[in-house]
């Protein structure tokens, strides 16, 4: 994967252009990985491999979460001695600044506070300050005054009912992440009935919802997707 490819910006543009929100975040999400998972590709293949046995060389997979985490910092030994040392804020403040000005373009307005943005993060991934997640999350919402970020609220909001969202009793941790425990904890989200139920809706609440919606939206992207992929031979 490389950092602001051209195929991921045809792709992001193609869904600013839909004006759907759902299209537009699914894209941003793709278009941000290309800075965070860059070097890697998707497949099962030797590219992918640092060197650690026990896991096979999946994306990022021998990696854990480190790509991932923007105040984090790593080694990644695939690459010349000059840049093996990954600073993750360096790369999300340039995929930063791209998605700004991609957005900020959609809404046909300037750049002119792109600095106090752009510098406003930066200055918070930098901060590696020994810190747990619900500090970390409190200097965004604070220093950028954006709402916190709870994911059963927009569940709720899509028609899911209390019972599936918190997964039969069992609260879903509304912050907190320990990269140290990610494999683990993915492992476990999956196998379990939690994780299956969370965000779930019932059929007769289907149609219409803001579920059906976003996944109307990710088979379009999806076909975009497949469609470019195959006239480019990488399909």
Known sequence: MTADSPLAREILIAALRTGSLFRMGIALHAYADTWAHQDFSADQEEQNSLGRGGLPPVGHLQALGNPDDPRGSWVD?????AFCA???????AA????????????????????????????????????RDPL????????????????????????????ARILGKGRPYPLAGYDGSTWLAQAAAKAES??????????SERYS??????????????????????SQRGIA
């Open 86 to 92: 990954v600073d993750n804020a360096v790369r999300c």
């Open 208 to 229: 219409g919802s803001l579920f059906a919606q976003w996944n109307e939206a990710a088979r379009n992207h999806r076909g975009l997707c497949l469609t470019l992929f």
């Open 77 to 81: 030994p695939r690459l010349k001695d």
């Open 95 to 130: 995929a930063a600044i791209r998605i700004y000005r991609f957005l900020r373009t959609f809404r046909h307005a300037g750049f002119a506070d792109e600095s106090l943005i752009v510098g406003k993060l930066l200055e918070l991934w930098k901060d590696r300050r020994s």
């Open 135 to 162: 500090a970390r999350a409190s200097d965004y919402i604070v220093d950028l005054e954006v709402p916190p970020y709870i994911p059963e609220s927009w569940a709720f909001k899509a028609g899911a009912s209390p």
């Open 193 to 202: 009935t939690f994780g299956a139920d969370r965000g779930s809706i019932e």
